[in-house]
């Protein structure tokens, strides 16, 4: 006997090793098959299911009290070698894992959220945007060491982190000084658009150099200024001042007088001027500034490109840390960071987004509550656990309530007729917009039409004749999409973008020719 069950125990191994190379050869019965099926089905599920515990990326400046510009620097350095290594996927996944879920219907949670996706709440911790920030910071602290004035303009699409960040480099700058042993400058932030005068804004800065100073009637403001800067005995003693000018295109008058001396005061021989001008106009300086440039004294240009889909979640991601529960799949915030960054990588569209699509996520609760009680009323009983487990299985935003947000954003009727418009008229469309985002208000039919030739040219697309072309305009004009001028001259027609460019763009990103035209 006992042979007997050694040699079915040999028998038992040799039978199971068969099968392992089997197995490793493909070959495998429906029940196995069926097992390996729910075992990667259970995997998939422990992407959400599985409790792990949360790391949190954030990093402190300095703990010292005497943090400083190597401190900032640090927390810079640090951010983006975390950022190299961590894979966006896998932070996301692993970012909602130890939380529990949140409930909507509790009156603190839902404000708690919705304060943490408002635009208007200022992050503790600015991310994807830290190369624009210490080339901005490295440009203030060279001009202070040196006591020198100097001039740089922050451009970019809106809603890309430009304001924000200067705001950081502002509490940056004063810190470093501090630390380094230098005088620390004036401050003087302004949104333009608060100007109820263009020239106001030199009236403000000399209140905020010389709060004291009375000016007699025959001297402006300006030509106080332009005194004070230079002549060395005036100017001896001041302290460096950094001006932070947003919405600077505001400023841009008929005669461009107002922009022009605001920069001009930067070259002066004794100026002690630090001036960073924000806005949306990436050419704003060749254009409206010529003479600078003829001067040598063309301002430093920081770009702020528009938001990959991976930096739009880890941005939504660092907002909802600071909430101890959960409240998207991460599905979810992946759609939306897909969706607006192929239409404009505009971060506060995509902040909309989630508002709205938390707005949907109540009123769907709130539906199904309200018929589970009456249901409870009728039958006379109400079974807690249930509406425990509704509660605990339907309280995060989920892929479907993101893609109703999405449709409510970006749809609309201008959309549809973009879709449905023929090909031509698309791309003379695609031609428009990126002519716009130099930050023109307009041009002439001539120029959108040689545009529109580089496009078909670059496509081995053969274009339309003249006459075609105006009957195109003429046809986007009576559909609202085009604004096209009076003019004898057809060609020296003003044309305008009437529809929204990220209604343009979301129209025609399914497409790969315009996303590629578009780019």
Not at 16 to 38: C, F, H, M, Y
Not at 320 to 335: C, D, G, S, T
Request: proline residues 4%.
């Amino acid at each position: 006997m006992p042979a007997i069950a050694s040699h079915n125990s040999i028998m038992a191994v040799k039978s199971e090793n068969a099968g392992e190379v089997a197995r490793s050869n493909g070959g495998s019965t429906p029940q196995k098959r069926r097992l390996i099926s729910d075992a990667a089905a259970v995997e998939n599920m422990s992407l959400i299911s599985t409790p792990m515990k949360l790391k949190s990326p954030r990093r402190c400046v300095n703990s010292s009290p005497n943090s400083g510009a190597n401190g900032i620097e640090m927390e810079i350095n640090e951010k983006l070698m975390s950022a190299r290594k961590s894979p966006v996927k896998k932070k996301l996944c692993d970012s909602f894992k130890s939380k529990p879920n949140w409930n909507p219907q509790d009156v603190e949670q839902m404000s708690a959220v919705r304060e943490a996706l408002h635009v208007s709440t200022a992050p503790s911790m600015i991310v994807c945007r830290e190369d624009e920030q210490k080339k901005v910071l490295e440009f203030c602290k060279k001009n202070l060491e040196e006591e020198k004035a100097g001039s740089l303009y922050v451009c970019g699409c809106p809603g890309t982190g430009k304001s924000l960040s200067m705001e950081k480099v502002k509490h940056y700058l004063v810190d470093w000084a501090k630390e380094a042993g230098l005088q620390q400058p004036e401050v003087f932030s302004i949104n333009c658009t608060s100007l109820t005068n263009t020239s106001e804004i030199f009236g403000k800065i000399l209140l905020k150099l010389q709060p004291r100073k009375k000016l007699n009637g025959s001297t402006s403001p300006l030509q106080h200024l332009q005194n004070l800067y230079s002549q060395k005995l005036h100017s001896s003693g001041m302290k460096m001042m950094l001006i932070i000018a947003d919405e600077l295109d505001y400023l841009i008058t008929r005669d461009r007088a107002v922009l022009h001396d605001l920069f001009m005061l930067t070259t002066f021989p004794f100026s002690r001027f630090i001036l960073i001008g924000i806005a949306n106009a990436i050419d704003l300086a060749d254009r409206f500034l010529p003479r600078l440039q003829s001067m040598n004294c063309k301002p430093l240009v920081v770009t702020f490109r528009a938001y990959s889909k991976d930096q739009i979640i880890r941005i939504l991601q660092e907002r909802l840390m600071e909430l101890p529960y959960i409240v998207f799949q991460p599905q979810a915030l992946e759609l939306c960071a897909r969706k607006v960054a192929a239409a404009s990588g505009d971060m506060r569209k995509a902040l909309s987004v989630c508002r709205s699509a938390i707005e949907i996520l109540e009123a769907e609760m709130r539906e199904s509550v309200s018929k589970m009680n009456s249901a409870s009323a009728e039958q006379g009983l109400f079974d807690q656990q249930g509406a425990s487990a509704f509660e605990f299985f339907n309280s995060q935003v989920r892929v479907d309530h993101m893609a109703v947000a999405l449709s409510n954003t970006f749809k609309s009727p201008v959309v549809d007729t973009i879709k449905s418009l023929p090909q031509h008229q698309q791309i003379l469309l695609c031609s428009a917009v990126k002519f716009f985002r130099g930050g023109k208000k307009d041009m002439t039919v001539g120029e959108l039409n040689k545009s529109y030739m580089n496009i078909c040219k670059t496509s081995v697309i053969p274009p339309v004749g003249t006459l075609e072309f105006l009957s195109m305009c003429r046809v986007l004009h009576d559909q609202g999409i085009l604004k096209v001028g009076q003019s004898r001259d057809d060609k020296l027609k003003r044309v305008t973008l009437k529809a929204d460019e990220s209604d343009v763009t979301f129209a025609l990103q399914g497409v790969r020719f315009f996303r590629n035209c578009l780019q």
